[in-house]
């Protein structure tokens, strides 16, 4: 299969164009050294902001996306191997934002899935266009997640989901920034994860933030901080923490 290429510069990312089957023919994501019968694949997660080159899938998803979102580690591992793009991003109609494969692992809610593709240096900064709630842990029922955009980083998705800690801790240990503003889609509101755990009362995701070095003097557009949201909320146990 041929590709073309075409580098652009779109919200601060630098995109490029792949083949509509997610595959890649170079792999930009990962440093492998070799060392007599020993190899190590060092995976260069970038925040957004600093321009990590993403794949654009034009309004499709993988088959790896749809394997993600299935939680089916099967067909996952079998993708991965066969050269699928683990940071493939599906557009559709949003030219400045979209869901990374990753936000499809996360929306399947399956930890060893989310496990393997951060193996495969799936980055996990990356963006998914799905609201989130203030003060408000977001369920499936739950129509009103707004924050002034809808196009977050994954690691404030899974927060404002009260996704699995460990899920949490994966994506961190993977890379994932603990400081990321949220709502990049229409108006960066400046909301991090920790504002994000704080006004919902999460104490155990509080707790892994400020020890991963999550800022809890940062304000948001609002000028509020993470403390400032846990005494709104009555969370007095978060408040113990951020003092």
């Not at 170079?26 to 970038?46: A, L, R």
């Amino acid at each position: 299969m041929r590709y073309s290429f075409l580098s652009l510069a779109v919200m601060g990312i630098s995109i490029v164009f792949a083949g509509c089957d997610g595959s890649r023919p170079v792999d930009n994501n990962k440093t492998t050294q070799s060392e007599g019968n020993s190899t190590t694949t060092t995976c260069n997660n970038k925040r957004v902001d600093d321009k990590y080159i993403f794949s654009k899938v034009a309004n499709q998803e993988t088959p790896l996306m749809e394997a993600a979102r299935d939680g089916d580690l099967v067909k996952v591992k079998q993708l991965i191997a066969k050269g699928a793009d683990v940071n493939a991003i599906s557009y559709w109609d949003q030219p400045h934002g979209g869901k990374s494969v990753i936000a499809y692992a996360l929306l399947g809610g399956s930890a060893p899935v989310i496990k393997e593709l951060l193996d495969a240096c799936a980055n996990p900064n990356g963006f998914i266009n799905e609201g989130v709630a203030i003060g408000k842990v977001v369920t499936k029922d739950f129509a009103g997640a707004y924050d002034g955009g809808r196009i977050n980083p994954v690691l404030i998705y899974a927060i404002s989901r009260n996704m699995d800690i460990n899920i949490i801790k994966m994506l961190i240990r993977a890379g994932a920034d603990v400081n990321v503003m949220g709502a990049y889609a229409y108006s960066e509101n400046k909301t991090t994860p920790l504002i994000i755990a704080a006004a919902a009362g999460l104490v155990p995701i509080v707790e892994l933030l400020l020890k991963a070095g999550a800022d809890k003097a940062h304000k948001n557009s609002d000028g509020k901080t993470a403390l400032d949201y846990a005494k709104e909320f009555k969370h007095l146990k978060v408040v113990a923490l951020l003092k």
